[in-house]
Every structure is written in C-alpha cells, then in structure tokens.
C-alpha cells in the first residue's frame, strides 16, 4: 500500500496561500482541506478572504463555509472531522492538501491535541471576573504576567484564549505553553510542511492593498449583515469587530478601516511567531510553485 502524505501550505494572512495551494493540488491532482478558521462560516466571505467561486470550481475545497456563525465549533471537533474526512480520502488517494492560516488548527491535525487540565466552575467563575471587571486588558496583563511564552504567540484580540491560559495556570500553577509540549500523537500518513516567506514590506503592502479592496468588494455591507449577532463568538475577528465599532459610533470610517489594516499586520506577525517555532517547514515565495512540486516529489518517491 502506498505511503499516505498531507501536505501543508502554511503562511501569514495575505501571503497567497489560496493560490498557491490550488496551483499544488492541480499539480497532485488532489483536493484542499481548509485550515483557516475563520472561512469556516457562510456568512463570512469578504472579510475571510474566502476562496471564490471560481476558486472553488477549480478544485475541491473541504471545511469552507460549512458552518454558521451561530454554530458552536472548536479546534477539538475541526481535529475529528478532519481525520475522519482523511481516513475515508485515502482510501482512494495519497496525497491531500491543507491550506490556512490557523496554527493551532493545522496543528492539531498534524500532531494531536494537547491534554489539558479540567477547570472548576470556581476557577471559571474567577477567571470570567477578571474579564468583566478589566475587560480584554486585564486578561492581557495576566496572561503576559503568568505566561510570557504563551503570550508571546496568542491571539491577543481573542479573550476566550486568554481566559483559557489564565484558567489553567490559576487551577495548576503551571505554565498553559507547558501543556503544548507534549509529544506529537501517531498519524496514519506523514506529513510535508511548506511556508511562504515574504520580505515583511511587501507582505504590509499586500496586506494594506487586500483590506481596501475588501472595502470595494463590499466588507462594509457583510458586516452590517451579521451586526445584530456581534456578540457571537465568531464573529470576533479582524474585519468585523472594527467596523462593529464603526457602526457602534466609536469611530470615523476611516479609522475602522485603519485598525483592520493595523490588526491584519499584528495578526500575521503572530502567524509568522508561530511558524518561526517549528523547524519542520520548508519556506518558498509564491514564485517557486515548480520548486515546491519538485521538493514534493523528492519527498514522496
């Protein structure tokens, strides 16, 4: 039986991983898993960077506006259904693609996911304090105060994170970064790890081109769409939660678009954190898709 292989295509946001992994998986003759949390959900197209239509009829793509964003779904159920959708995928096939800009989520795929601590309703109850008295703020000064690792990689914007580092550290006293070391859970197919590398100036530049051209594609609109569902979790995203704010009357229109434009860079700085941890990818530009196939077929002969 021939031997299985997932190939990821990781990246910051914007770095052109979408087409990138359609050029790869026409190359393989394959199809695409999504590991981007945020395109999971049919309301969320523009803002997502979703792939198009036209991308979508190109080739197959898995895990892409499957969900609502009132639908409840986490990084432990993405793992099962993911690996349910590779068992029955190779039987008839050896090679897949996963593409996305969601670590945590490419990485439960890859190597299981953490065993962590059960937390009391005290210490839940605690923790919940903290955020509705401080806000996001508080949860951020005590997550870089316990656990400056963790911190350094989180998604800072994401309270449910935090709560969660904070949660494990008040219940154990030990760091949450040291129940994400464990090793890796067995797979029944190996795994090829490619990265797209750009110059940090021309991934701002991209970036900055990307959200005004989102603002034309019709951003504003999609998200006055879900505004009476701000609250949703899922909603708690680069894209929306500035413009939540534009529509709230905190600020101009152009200040919203500003802070999309300043949160997309932090974002995929944390991106690039969180990749720069591993030694396991291979980088490329976007201009070496034929180095990339002919790394590929090294790999798998």
């Given amino acids: 039986m021939a031997k299985k292989h997932l190939i990821v295509l990781a990246g910051p946001t914007a770095s052109g991983k979408t087409a990138t992994a359609i050029k790869l998986a026409k190359a393989f003759n394959t199809e695409i898993i999504s590991a981007d949390s945020r395109q999971f959900y049919k309301e969320l197209s523009i803002g997502t960077a979703a792939p198009t239509e036209d991308e979508l009829r190109q080739v197959k793509h898995h895990f892409v506006h499957h969900l609502s964003i009132d639908d409840k779904y986490d990084v432990a159920e993405y793992e099962k259904d993911v690996l349910l ?30 065993e962590m601590p059960d937390i009391s309703e005290e210490t839940r109850a605690e923790v919940t304090q903290i955020y509705e008295k401080g806000g996001l703020e508080a949860l951020q000064i005590e997550v870089e105060r316990v656990d400056p690792e963790y911190y350094s990689i989180v998604d800072k914007q994401n309270p449910r994170r935090l709560q ?20 890796a859970a067995e797979r029944e197919f190996d795994v090829i790890k490619l990265a797209l590398l750009w110059d940090r100036n021309d991934l701002i530049e991209r970036i900055n081109k990307r959200v005004d051209c989102m603002m034309e594609q019709g951003l504003l609109e999609e998200v006055k769409s879900v505004y009476p569902k701000r609250h949703l979790n899922s909603l708690n995203t680069v894209g929306y939660k500035e413009l939540f704010d534009y529509l709230d009357g905190k600020c101009i229109l152009e200040q919203a678009v500003e802070q999309i434009k300043i949160s997309t860079r932090q974002y ?34």
């Fill in 164 to 183: 969660r580092a904070i949660e494990v550290f008040h219940q154990t006293g030990k760091l949450y970064s040291t129940f994400r070391q464990r090793n």
């Fill in 85 to 114: 959708y590779l068992k029955e995928y190779f039987k008839t096939n050896d090679i897949a693609i996963m593409t996305g800009g969601s670590g945590l989520f490419i990485d439960a795929v890859c190597n299981g996911l953490d």
């Fill in 268 to 301: 995929a700085k944390r991106q690039m954190t969180w990749l720069r941890k591993y030694n396991d990818y291979q980088w490329f530009t976007v201009n070496q898709v034929n180095e990339m196939i002919s790394f590929i077929k090294k790999l798998i002969s």
